[in-house]
């Protein structure tokens, strides 16, 4: 393990809309390599808090590092301009639980797309980078084809395979597997399992509590705002310390032992 | 009982088809001008700044909301009055009607960008995207493809609305046609032709318009 700096460090993130404070506080570290899963009820505030590692929400307050670019916060301080936000993004892959690939595009064409108009590579390398990235998810068969004809799994692995052709420093999940049909969720589950295991620093937005034991590290369980319970994947799981991780854990354990 | 006599309109065909070519070619230039005007006015509909909203949006309601009949009047009359701009018809013309379409291809254009899903500006944005880049990638093509028979509809209203020209003497179809038919005494064989031609191209287009919807309608 890495002993330097934590790739992602979160430090007293604040984030409100209008009356309603969504993230409470939030200090959070990612260590390189290693995969963190946000657990929790709806509207607790854990795809706030990884839209914000992104940068795609822009915290009110306290400070976001990833790698090596750091951004403060506060009301004394200048939101970053929209060319700095969007140089930090094409370091941090995102997916997402709609997949949001660009439908006008094939398959091999929304791969390419940022590495040739973001990163400006030549057609050739980027063509060469995306390909890649299609056989890691196996599906470099499907790059001629229209998003439109893949099935709902394909077009994950696709989504995933976008981010990772911008060779991304962390990836984030944003419930990647919610809007599957259960029998494609175990592809998009497996890609994201061998992403973590080649070493790639993940933070996973999840409802999926069976994969967040076995392929987190990390379980940071959130409530209303707050970090209620944080700790190694196993013990949050299996013996949740606090109450409120207990109920919201109570279903997934009933429904375990019921087997 | 009248008696149809279509031959006089053979007898000024050079004056038609005169008139016809100043129809199409005011056509292009204030569709074009129209979607300039309507680009840059949905633009700063959607941009962030609350003045140029609230400029696009005065534009735009101005010249929806006044008959364009008036528009022309009021751009070569009262114009040199007003603001010492002085305009050849053709000029005072051109803007007006640009004026006019623009404001209506303004709404075309902001709804057909609204209606993309947002996720779509997200992932563009998650992939290091600046805003204008994902606009014009990301968005703005998927828009169009939408907008394409609202823009097609529009210009089919754009072509008929240049026959108001021949108020400011600008000799185009119908201009041509008055003076047919006070030449000829025989307006409704000429009005007729007139009629005809304006038919004949627009027709075609329409057709084509609705077979764009469909084809469009299937992919969705």
């Not at chain 2, 291809?105 to 947002?118: F, K, M």
Request: aromatic share 8%; glycine share 6%.
């Amino acid at each position: 393990m890495n002993t330097s700096l934590p790739m992602i460090e979160i430090t007293a993130l604040r984030k409100s809309y209008g009356d309603l404070e969504v993230l409470k506080e939030i200090n959070l570290k990612v260590e390189t390599g290693g995969v963190v899963s946000l657990i929790g009820p709806s509207g607790s505030g854990k795809s706030t808090l990884l839209r914000c590692i992104n940068l795609l929400v822009v915290p009110d307050d306290g400070a976001i590092r990833v790698g090596k670019t750091a951004f403060s916060f506060g009301q004394a301080l200048q939101p970053p301009r929209s060319r700095t936000l969007a140089d930090f993004r094409s370091r941090t892959g995102m997916v997402f639980q709609n997949f949001n690939l660009f439908p006008h595009m094939s398959v091999l064409e929304n791969v390419m797309e940022a590495p040739v108009h973001v990163r400006r590579l030549p057609k050739a390398a980027a063509r060469d980078m995306a390909m890649t990235q299609l056989e890691k998810v196996g599906l470099a068969d499907r790059a001629a084809q229209m998003p439109e004809t893949l099935s709902g799994g394909q077009k994950q692995r696709v989504a995933i395979a976008r981010a990772l052709a911008m060779e991304p420093e962390v990836m984030l999940f944003d419930e990647a597997t919610s809007a599957l049909d259960p029998e494609l969720v175990g592809e998009v589950l497996q890609t994201m399992q061998k992403l973590a295991s080649d070493g790639m620093t993940m933070v996973i937005v999840t409802h999926e509590i069976a994969f967040a034991r076995d392929v987190a590290d990390r379980v940071v369980f959130m409530r209303d705002g707050y970090v209620v319970e944080d700790g190694p994947a196993r013990e949050v799981i299996e013996n949740p310390k606090s109450e409120a991780t207990q109920s919201f854990l109570s279903h997934y354990h009933k429904a375990r032992s019921a087997h | 009982m009248y008696e149809w006599d279509f031959s006089v309109i053979y007898q000024y065909r050079w004056l038609f088809l005169q008139g016809l070519g100043v129809t199409i070619a005011f056509t292009i230039a204030i569709i074009i001008g129209g979607v300039t005007f309507g680009l840059v006015a949905s633009s700063c509909l959607l941009s962030r700044f609350r003045l140029l909203r609230v400029v696009a949006l005065a534009f735009i309601e101005v010249f929806r909301c006044t008959p364009i009949l008036v528009q022309l009047v009021w751009a070569y009359y009262a114009l040199p009055i007003l603001a010492g701009v002085e305009m050849t018809p053709v000029t005072a013309s051109l803007l007006a009607l640009s004026c006019y379409g623009g404001s209506f291809y303004a709404e075309i254009i902001r709804g057909g960008i609204v209606s993309i899903d947002p996720g779509q500006s997200e992932a563009a944005a998650a992939l290091g995207m600046t805003p204008g880049l994902a606009m014009r990638r990301i968005i703005l093509p998927q828009a169009l493809r939408r907008m394409v028979p609202a823009l097609m509809n529009q210009s089919i209203l754009q072509f008929k609305n240049t026959s108001l020209v021949s108020v400011l003497a600008v000799p185009d179809l119908v201009y041509q046609g008055q003076m047919v038919a006070h030449d000829s005494f025989r307006p409704l064989e000429t009005y007729t032709a007139v009629a005809v031609g304006y038919f004949a191209i627009l027709f075609p287009l329409t057709l084509y318009v609705r077979h764009r919807e469909r084809v469009s309608g299937a992919k969705r």
